[in-house]
């Protein structure tokens, strides 16, 4: 014999000498070997890890362990709960004999009690039974027969492998049984395996049950119940010995007393999670925020079927695609956009991956500023960047947190192969926590492209029925970004076939053609969600309810559902009215549940029910708990130990039916789940033993609190601006000028603000930043507008600031574009246009016009200033040309962001000397006027100087400096023909000023060739 099987028969043969006492093993590696638990372990450490989750189901007899019961609620299972969240699990305590009176085992008050029970077995990871000396409610019993056969033929419809030999058996080896028969089939590796892999049995000597019921007045607890029930009991023993021979279960023979069995329990159990769980590693930020993701992530991979193609092309566009835009998945609520995300981030591999799911029951996971944060924080840790530190990272945007993220990755992209960001359910993001308004799907946070290593997946809903629109605005702006898409239509039939089979498969039913088949050929059932959650009432209605109807009649109701929406509404109907017996408590939990935003426990659910129910009313046990949450299956799910919403689609749905718009009932929920977390918390500050993982209740309960409270009564944001209308004045037209506006929060909470900036239009040009941020109660942030008007006029624009909740405000920017003007006094080269430009100036004369002189009763005659009206010629000619440009830009949709085009020359003027002499200098003056409102500079160059001087010209002065408005200096040219060629003289000069257009005077003349003199 090896080792390890002598050490395993010697604790086994000082277990049977001396069975009142505890074994010595406690440390993991000896009780494995001791009593040979390394393939349970195994089974269990791979349920627990795919679950998070570890379900502990009690099973007793009802009466006679009072105590036991009552000491594992108050001694083991807070230290067990500590330890399962210490080592990334959580932790469900299942007795559904905890507060039912006696008569609801075994009797005809509650006909599927024993369904409940068997079901909840099912759902659990470890089972624990406790034998005593009755063998339990059986049809061995005269007054149980009749309540018993109901029970044994109603598990009979659901549960195929009962049959006639089980028939006698009590409701105590029922419960022993399921779980040897998951322990098997765990042995086994059979098919997609649901229940207990590892069942633990303690009994109670028989002399402590003799003692007692020598001492108590009702000996029935401690007394058999016939010869026959001894003998069925003693079979069981019998058989539980060999499954612990063949060390597939643990049999710990006999304990003296509660304390002492209850003691035992708490050391095996405490033992089986250490060897199975090793401890975490050190938490780290964040570090609940991916499991919340990861478990919602694998209950999806759960539900895979069919998709082969989408999942390659997804892939394909991570490995091989070299494009800068995200890749869109689109579809319905409920196609199979999440399950196609989910299976492709687990066939990834060597990539860096962040998964992050906006429907998983997480406080933050559809806030947008803590989205941002979370993607900055994972990614600065995987770039081991240090770019912005943590007390900076908090006042930076969202756009400003996302661009770091990028700059980090371009720093470090030749060390990292390729990143992938994967957000599910992107049209859900809120700006806020409380309320019902969705952003503004504009998208300004995210990126319009990304590096070619970095691959963004998104997935969004097609219909959204929170805008009413057709197609999804997210959607729109994502399409206009050039974003490739992928569709996911309707399931074909073969692939609704498979749906069907694998929703049956998992609760362990057969299908018959005869009831199913029309379901998978119907057109209407196509999608997955809807497929499964019709599957799945179908069964759970006809068992829970089974006087009811057939499941072809509940299956032809069903299909009568029009959406998904319909669907989950004859879901709710039909539970509220099989559970009417308890009252309102169908309506109450989901009301709980819709408020809750990362779910809550069974039992925390159930005892927030009880303390709200009337005094008439009875409390809800947990065995009358059970069916309800059985048969809301498809509406919500456990995941991570905590229920909530299977779908957010079923989210939606339940919100619409017991909500509406009836937001104070909103308010109220929000208020009494506000209440209870704060009562929660204050127990666990009385010194409760608590694990401070990340996993931890406490921890738990405190984020949920932060949510639901500011729910429960929402904050009075109020913020101020130091101005509502900003002004620049007048300004060079082309150049771009800054201001600020000071925003103040002055409540007593921060606040989110972004800016919309779809009142700039071209011309004019402007930017803020930043676009969006958060401001700190009683702190202020600059905003700073950048503008150029764009052209020669008067402009204005605005942009809305969005603060919260609150409704926008509109803070308007004016401007007034000017530029150094030059009027000169020579005509123009082109009289027409002047002509023209002439005639629009003077319809706009009434704001050029003077008051004449003398008062006249006739309605007096504008006289208009020459110079003003020279100046509005050339700004009419200046605006047609700039309103061209914008035109242009507008026509051209690949063309980048509108600047300003370069200035025109101003309508040219003429200086025309005539005919000049041979060696006779002619000399020329004109009046240069500086009109409008800035001053003028403007020199030749010496180059330019040459150049006019070969021309045979020369300017005196070359220039002039600062020349205030009102002013005119003036200016001599003289033509000196001495060096120059017969023939026209033809000149442009131009008089360039700083931060102005040109104005170019055409310089003309002519020297006629000398006519010969006569011989």
Request: net charge negative; charged share 20%.
């Amino acid at each position: 014999r090896t080792t390890v099987g002598r050490q395993r028969n010697a604790a086994r043969r000082q277990m049977a000498q001396n069975p009142h006492s505890l074994l010595d093993p406690t440390t993991p590696s000896e009780m494995v070997s001791a009593y040979g638990l390394g393939p349970q372990i195994d089974r269990l450490r791979a349920q627990l890890r795919e679950n998070h989750l570890a379900q502990i189901y009690l099973s007793t007899e009802l009466r006679g362990f009072e105590e036991e019961r009552a000491l594992m609620r108050d001694t083991v299972i807070t230290p067990l709960r500590a330890l399962c969240q210490s080592r990334g699990v959580a932790l469900s305590f299942v007795d559904l004999r905890w507060g039912c009176a006696p008569e609801t085992f075994g009797s005809e008050q509650s006909s599927f009690t024993l369904f409940t029970c068997l079901q909840a077995i099912i759902c659990s990871h470890i089972f624990v039974g406790m034998l005593g000396q009755r063998y339990g409610p059986s049809t061995l019993l005269g007054t149980d027969r009749r309540a018993m056969s109901d029970a044994f033929a109603l598990c009979c419809q659901s549960m195929e492998w009962l049959g006639p030999k089980h028939s006698t058996k009590s409701f105590n080896e029922l419960e022993a049984l399921t779980a040897l028969r998951c322990v098997k089939a765990h042995i086994r590796h059979s098919g997609e395996v649901r229940g207990p892999g590892t069942a633990l049995f303690y009994q109670r000597d028989p002399s402590y049950d003799h003692a007692r019921a020598l001492t108590a007045l009702d000996r029935t607890p401690w007394e058999v119940e016939t010869e026959a029930s001894w003998q069925a009991l003693d079979a069981l023993k019998i058989e539980l010995h060999k499954w612990a021979r063949r060390e597939e279960i643990l049999y710990l023979r006999t304990y003296g007393t509660p304390n002492e069995g209850v003691e035992w329990v708490q050391q095996n159990l405490m033992t089986i999670v250490e060897a199975a769980l090793p401890p975490l590693v050190p938490a780290v930020p964040g570090q609940e925020q991916r499991w919340a993701h990861e478990s919602y992530r694998r209950a999806r991979i759960q539900s895979q079927v069919g998709g082969r193609e989408q999942l390659d092309r997804v892939k394909d566009f991570i490995r091989n695609d070299n494009g800068e835009h995200p890749l869109v998945v689109v579809g319905d609520a409920g196609s199979g956009k999440s399950t196609l995300l989910a299976r492709a981030v687990a066939q990834l591999g060597g990539e860096t991956v962040m998964y992050h799911a906006v429907g998983c029951n997480s406080a933050t996971a559809a806030n947008l500023p803590a989205l941002v944060d979370r993607i900055h924080m994972e990614f600065t840790t995987v770039f081991q960047s240090t770019a912005h530190g943590a007390e900076k990272s908090d006042e930076l945007s969202e756009e400003m947190k996302l661009q770091d993220v990028l700059v980090q990755f371009g720093h470090r992209s030749g060390s990292i192969s390729r990143v992938v960001l994967v957000i599910d359910g992107i049209e859900q993001i809120r700006n806020h926590y409380y309320g019902t308004t969705y952003l503004p799907h504009d998208l300004a946070w995210l990126p319009a492209k990304f590096p070619r290593q970095f691959k963004v997946v998104l997935s969004v809903q097609a219909q959204c029925a929170e805008e009413g629109t057709a197609i999804c605005t997210c959607l729109s702006e994502l399409t206009k970004r050039g974003c490739p898409q992928l569709a996911i239509g309707t399931m074909h039939a073969e692939d609704c076939r498979q749906v069907v089979y694998k929703t049956l498969k998992f609760h362990h039913k057969t299908v018959d053609p005869n009831h199913w088949a029309r379901v998978w050929q119907s057109s209407d059932a196509c999608n997955p969600l809807f497929l499964r959650l019709l599957v799945e009432e179908s069964v759970f209605s006809r068992e829970l309810t089974p006087e009811c109807e057939t499941i072809p009649e509940t299956v032809t109701r069903l299909l009568a559902a029009s959406s998904l929406d319909e669907l989950v509404g004859m879901v709710l109907e039909r539970t509220e009215e099989a559970f009417s017996y308890l009252g309102n408590v169908v309506a109450d939990a989901l009301l709980i549940l819709l408020v809750a935003p990362e779910g809550l426990t069974k039992n925390e659910l159930l005892e927030l029910l009880n303390l709200n129910r009337d005094e008439s009313e009875r409390p809800v046990t947990e065995v009358e708990w059970w069916p309800v949450l059985l048969s809301l299956h498809g509406v919500l799910a456990l995941r991570g130990g905590l229920l909530s919403f299977n779908h957010p689609a079923c989210h939606a749905a339940t919100m619409r039916r017991y909500i509406g718009d009836n937001t104070e009932l909103l308010a109220q929920q929000h208020k009494r789940l506000t209440e209870y977390l704060q009562s929660l918390i204050d127990s666990s500050d009385e010194g409760t033993v608590e694990c401070n993982g990340p996993l931890s209740d406490s921890n738990r309960h405190r984020r949920m609190l932060d949510v639901t409270s500011v729910c429960a009564a929402p904050p009075e944001i109020s913020f101020s601006v130091n101005t509502e209308r900003l002004d620049f004045g007048q300004q060079i037209y082309d150049k771009f000028e800054d201001k600020s506006i000071i925003l103040t929060n002055t409540s007593q909470v921060r606040f989110e603000f972004y800016l919309e900036t779809d009142g700039i239009e071209p011309p004019v040009m402007a930017s803020i930043a930043p676009m969006s941020g958060r401001v700190k109660p009683g702190a202020s942030v600059s905003l700073t507008v950048r503008l150029a008007a764009g052209t020669p006029a008067q402009v204005s624009a605005f942009f809305m600031l969005q603060v919260a909740h609150l409704p926008p405000q509109m803070i308007t920017v004016t401007s007034e574009g000017v530029f150094p003007h030059l009027v000169i006094g020579l005509p123009r080269s082109d009289p027409e246009l002047h002509d023209s430009l002439i005639k629009e100036a003077k319809a706009n004369a009434t704001s050029l016009s003077s008051t004449p002189s003398t008062p006249s009763r006739r309605k007096p005659k504008l006289q208009i200033d020459p110079l003003l009206l020279e100046m509005n010629c050339d700004l009419c000619f200046l605006r047609k040309y700039f309103a061209d440009g914008v035109t242009k830009w507008k026509q051209d949709p690949a063309s980048p962001s509108f600047t300003c085009p370069p200035p025109p020359d101003i309508p040219h003027y003429i200086c025309d000397f005539g005919e000049i002499v041979e060696n006779t200098p002619v000399q020329k003056e004109f009046i240069v006027s500086v009109v409008g409102s800035m001053p003028a500079t403007f020199e030749l160059t010496g180059y330019e100087q040459h150049v006019l001087s070969v021309a045979g010209f020369t300017m005196t002065p070359n220039g002039v400096t600062a020349v205030p408005p009102g002013s005119a200096v003036t200016l001599t040219l003289v033509l000196d023909p001495k060096a120059l060629d017969y023939g026209p003289i033809a000149f442009d000069l131009a008089l360039v000023t700083t931060f102005g257009a040109r104005v170019v005077v055409e310089l003309r003349a002519v020297f006629p060739e000398p006519e010969p003199e006569p011989e």
